[in-house]
């Protein structure tokens, strides 16, 4: 099976020096993957290298079986709508609802904002938010944050979604509650790849989900052990 997203020896520096080299990495189609390191590390860095955010400085990125330096501005548009993102700070325009917030990938994209608007309804069921949907980002409480960050990812039905340490600032019954909305994603077919510094809610997906869990360390990304 080819991966959706395959990094070969690719490396990235800033002010001088290495944050990655060598790194090898791929996440095939309905894959699951925990990204684990120390706060640091550069796990937001590796994330956006996987939707292009920014480019290797050394080796090669293939997104969808194509080599990101030979993109041009269409291409990363419509890669862009195949992979969906939750950033660490959800990155809200506050004076939108919530409804809006959630749809706006389908206006910058381009879409008939109606086709989504059946899609929002179901979306706001799923992370239980119908009764906010009007309300203001600084009204909701961080869990309901970024499962409105999780609904916006996905409004597009994407293909892969990438999730930058969602659970960060969550208590644990809300984090393990985040956790189990892209369990639900990955058996729905997603590949997921989820940021987190917390090895208990990685022990604690196990009877969930079969998931492969990558280390950052030493400039490099190694497959973690069982011995978590």
């Not at 997104?63 to 809200?92: L, S, T």
């Amino acid at each position: 099976m080819h991966p959706l997203i395959e990094l070969k020896k690719a490396g990235f520096s800033y002010g001088g020096g290495d944050i990655f080299r060598d790194v090898d990495l791929h996440l095939t189609k309905g894959s699951f993957h925990f990204l684990t390191g120390p706060s640091g590390s550069g796990k937001t860095t590796l994330m956006k290298m996987c939707y292009q955010a920014l480019m290797p400085d050394t080796g090669t990125i293939k997104v969808f079986g194509k080599d990101v330096r030979a993109m041009d501005r269409d291409d990363v548009a419509i890669v862009r709508r195949r992979i969906g993102v939750v950033h660490q700070d959800c990155q809200f325009l506050d004076h939108l609802s919530v409804a809006e917030n959630i749809l706006l990938p389908s206006q910058v994209a381009g879409r008939d904002v109606t086709q989504d608007v059946a899609n929002l309804n179901q979306l706001l069921r799923w992370v239980s938010l119908t009764d906010h949907m009007n309300a203001l980002p600084p009204q909701l409480s961080g869990g309901e944050r970024q499962r409105a960050a999780l609904a916006r990812a996905v409004i597009l039905s994407p293909e892969v979604v990438i999730a930058d340490e969602p659970t960060g600032n969550l208590d644990w019954d809300m984090a393990q509650r985040l956790l189990n909305l892209l369990i639900e994603l990955n058996k729905m077919g997603k590949t997921v790849l989820m940021a987190t510094h917390d090895m208990n809610l990685i022990r604690a997906s196990r009877q969930s989900v079969s998931a492969r869990v990558l280390r950052i360390q030493g400039k490099q990304v190694h497959l973690a052990g069982a011995d978590l």
